[in-house]
C-alpha cells in the first residue's frame, strides 16, 4: 500500500511539471498535494532513495528549489513489473503491461538461463504455452509426458541408460502365479505435503488406472501389510512390471479427487514438487524429502508467454551479457531457422549440441465412423493426395531438412498400404470425393498446424475439395470428441520405443473406435494377442498402416543445446531433459 501511495503522489507531481524539471518551494508541492509541508518533505525523501527525482534546495526561507523527475510514467510502470517479476508474480505483470508485450517479452528476458549460487542452482525456460494439466491417468502431451515423471514416481521405472525396467516406489517384485504378482514398497516414502506413502495410495492410484483400455486386465489390487500390494489380473501379462512404468499408473495420494485443482497443483513422490502454477509460469523446486537422489537443479520454472519468441526478435530486447537458455524442441523449428528463438534464447555453445531423428512424429487418422472412409480404395486415394512426400515439397525451404517424411510410427519401419502399390488407383477425372467438405480435427496451441493444414487445405482443393480445420482442447480431441473425417496429431514415443508404440495404440482413447476401422472385437483380439507376446508393436502397425486407417506424415530432428558448464544433460525422445541429474558447473 505504501509503494502505491507513493507512486500515485509521483505521478501527479510528473502531471504539475510535464517538462520533468522546475524551480519551486516546499510549500507550493505541499500545497500541489494537499499534504503538509513536513509530509511533502517525507516523500521527497523517499522519492529520491527510489531514485525516481532529485530535489536540490537552496538555503533560506521561500528560496526556490530544483526539481527534476527522472522517471516518467512509462519508465515507472516497467521498474514495477520488474519488481512483480523478481517475485514470480507473473500475472500482475501481464496486468500491468497489458498489451505492451514488447516490453514484456524484454523483462522475462533479463530473467532467463541459469543462476548459479554456492548452496543454489535454478534455470528457467521459455515455452509458447501453459502446462494447467499434470494428471496422470489423464491424456497429456509429450512435455507433460515429461514432467510428470519428474513430479510422480510410479512402482516401477525405465532406466533412461539401458532402457530396462527397474525398481522405483516397489524395492522388489515377484510373480506368485500366471495371474498375480506382489510388489514391495519402500519404507519411509513421502509425498511432497510430508504425508507418508502406504499401500491405500497404490491401491486407489491402481484401482483408477484399471478403468483405463491399456490397464483393462486388472481384476483387483489389494493390500498385503502396509507396505505390499498384490495386483491380481483377468489374464496373464509378463510384462506387468514394464505396464506399469506408464504415466497412468504412476501413483497419486488416494485423496487426489477431492484436492482443489489437483491437475495444475499435483502432489507426488517424484524429484521435483510443484510451488506454483497458472497461465504465466510453471515453477518447481526440488524435493528435500526424495526417497531417491536428491535433483542437482534446486529450482526449474517455465516462462510462458506465447507470442514471446516472435517479441524478443528485435535485437534491441536483448540485453548483453545474458546467460544462454535452453534450446529445444520446445520451440518450433520455424522459429528456429527464422533466428526468432535462437535470438530470445542466446547463442548456446556448439560443444554440447544434441541432435536426432525423433522418435514419433505426425499423423493422419480417418475416422471410421465418416462415410468417407468405408473403403480402401478410398483411403489409399487420400494416401496419395496427402502423401508426406507431397506435402515436404511444399515446406518452406529453411525448414525442410528439419522434416523426415515417414512410412510408418518410427525411423527405421517402413509400412505401406496393403495389396502391393501404394499409388491410387484413381485417375483425376475419377475422384471420389469431388465437391465434398473435408472436416479435420487437431488440438490448439501447436505452432506448426496451421502451416501443415494449410498444406493440406492446398493439395485438397487442386482436387475440388474443401477443407475445414477444426480446433479443439486438447482434452476434447485426444478423447476423439468431434464428428470430423480426419485426425491431425503428433506423438513421441519414450524408450523403450517399440513397446510404447503398442502401449500408445492400444490406450490412446482417440485411436480406438478407428484403427480397426470400428471393429471393437479386432481392436480386443490385437490388445489381448499384444499383452501376451503373440502380436509384436511391429506387426500391429502394419496392420493398422496397411489398412490405411494411419497414415504417419513426419519425424522431425530434434534438437537441444546448452552451455558448456551444463553438465548430465541428455535429451530424452520427449524433446526434454532429466532436471535431476543436470548441474550447471560455475565458470
Not at 506435402?391 to 505401406?416: D, K, M, N, Y
Not at 513421441?492 to 490406450?507: D, H, I, K, T, Y
Request: with cysteine; charged share 20%.
Amino acid at each position: 500500500m505504501y509503494g502505491q501511495r507513493l507512486e500515485y503522489h509521483y505521478l501527479r507531481l510528473l502531471t504539475l511539471f510535464p517538462a520533468r524539471e522546475a524551480e519551486t518551494t516546499l510549500q507550493a508541492l505541499a500545497d500541489s498535494l494537499c499534504c503538509s509541508k513536513r509530509h511533502m518533505r517525507a516523500l521527497l525523501v523517499k522519492m529520491h532513495n527510489e531514485g525516481w527525482l532529485n530535489w536540490q534546495a537552496a538555503p533560506g526561507r521561500g528560496r526556490q528549489a530544483q526539481l527534476r523527475l527522472l522517471r516518467d510514467e512509462q519508465q515507472l510502470k516497467v521498474e514495477k513489473a520488474d519488481r512483480l517479476l523478481e517475485t514470480g508474480n507473473l500475472a500482475a505483470v501481464v496486468e500491468l503491461l497489458g498489451e505492451e508485450k514488447s516490453r514484456l517479452a524484454s523483462l522475462l528476458r533479463t530473467r532467463l538461463g541459469y543462476r548459479i549460487s554456492d548452496d543454489y542452482q535454478s534455470l528457467r525456460i521459455p515455452y509458447y504455452r501453459e502446462m494447467l494439466n499434470l494428471y496422470p491417468g489423464t491424456p497429456l502431451r509429450r512435455s507433460e509426458n515429461h514432467l510428470v515423471r519428474q513430479i510422480f514416481s510410479g512402482l516401477t521405472r525405465i532406466n533412461p541408460q539401458s532402457g530396462e525396467v527397474e525398481c522405483d516406489l516397489a524395492h522388489r517384485w515377484r510373480q506368485l502365479d500366471a495371474l498375480r504378482w506382489r510388489f514391495f514398497l519402500r519404507r519411509g516414502v513421502r509425498f511432497h505435503d510430508g504425508r507418508e506413502m502406504t499401500s491405500e495410495d497404490v491401491i486407489s492410484s491402481l484401482t483408477r488406472s484399471a478403468a483405463l483400455p491399456l490397464f483393462s486386465h486388472i481384476k483387483r489390487v489389494e493390500a498385503a501389510g502396509a507396505l505390499s500390494v498384490i495386483v491380481e489380473l483377468h489374464y496373464a501379462d509378463d510384462r506387468l512390471p514394464l505396464l506399469l512404468t506408464d504415466p497412468a499408473a504412476l501413483i497419486l495420494p488416494a485423496d487426489h479427487s477431492r484436492r482443489d485443482d489437483f491437475a495444475a497443483h499435483p502432489i507426488g513422490t517424484g524429484p521435483y514438487r510443484v510451488i506454483e502454477n497458472d497461465r504465466w509460469h510453471l515453477k518447481m523446486q526440488a524435493f528435500e524429502h526424495y526417497f531417491g537422489l536428491r535433483g542437482l537443479l534446486d529450482e526449474v520454472e517455465l516462462i510462458v508467454w506465447p507470442d514471446v519468441a516472435h517479441a524478443a526478435s528485435s535485437e534491441q530486447f536483448i540485453p548483453a551479457g545474458q546467460p544462454a537458455a535452453w534450446l529445444s524442441s520446445s520451440i518450433s523449428d520455424i522459429a528456429y531457422v527464422s533466428g526468432e528463438a535462437e535470438q530470445f534464447t542466446g547463442k548456446p555453445s556448439e560443444p554440447l549440441a544434441e541432435m536426432f531423428l525423433e522418435q514419433g512424429g505426425y499423423f493422419l487418422l480417418c475416422d471410421s465412423r465418416s462415410g468417407r472412409w468405408q473403403t480402401p480404395e478410398r483411403r489409399r486415394w487420400l494416401r496419395e493426395i496427402l502423401s508426406p512426400w507431397q506435402l515436404a515439397s511444399q515446406l518452406v525451404e529453411s525448414i525442410r531438412p528439419l522434416w523426415v517424411p515417414t512410412g510408418s510410427l518410427l525411423p527405421a519401419w517402413f509400412h505401406c498400404m496393403d495389396e502391393g502399390s501404394c499409388l491410387s488407383p484413381f485417375s483425376a477425372d475419377e475422384n471420389p470425393l469431388h465437391g465434398a467438405v473435408l472436416r479435420l480435427a487437431c488440438h490448439r496451441q501447436h505452432p506448426e498446424y496451421a502451416m501443415l493444414t494449410g498444406m493440406m487445405r492446398k493439395n485438397l482443393a487442386a482436387e475440388g475439395i474443401a477443407l475445414e480445420v477444426i480446433e479443439l482442447d486438447y482434452q476434447q480431441w485426444a478423447s476423439g470428441e468431434a464428428e470430423v473425417d480426419l485426425w491431425l496429431g503428433t506423438v513421441n514415443f519414450p524408450a523403450p520405443e517399440q513397446w510404447n508404440v503398442g502401449a500408445w495404440l492400444l490406450g490412446m482413447p482417440l485411436l480406438q473406435p478407428h484403427i480397426s476401422g470400428g471393429d471393437p472385437s479386432q481392436y480386443q483380439r490385437w490388445q489381448q494377442q499384444w499383452r501376451n507376446g503373440t502380436l509384436e508393436s511391429r506387426q500391429l502397425v502394419q496392420q493398422v498402416v496397411g489398412a490405411g486407417w494411419l497414415q504417419p506424415l513426419f519425424h522431425h530432428w530434434m534438437r537441444l543445446k546448452a552451455p558448456e558448464n551444463a553438465q548430465g544433460i541428455r535429451l530424452n525422445n520427449l524433446g526434454w531433459f532429466d532436471f535431476q541429474s543436470t548441474w550447471m558447473e560455475p565458470e
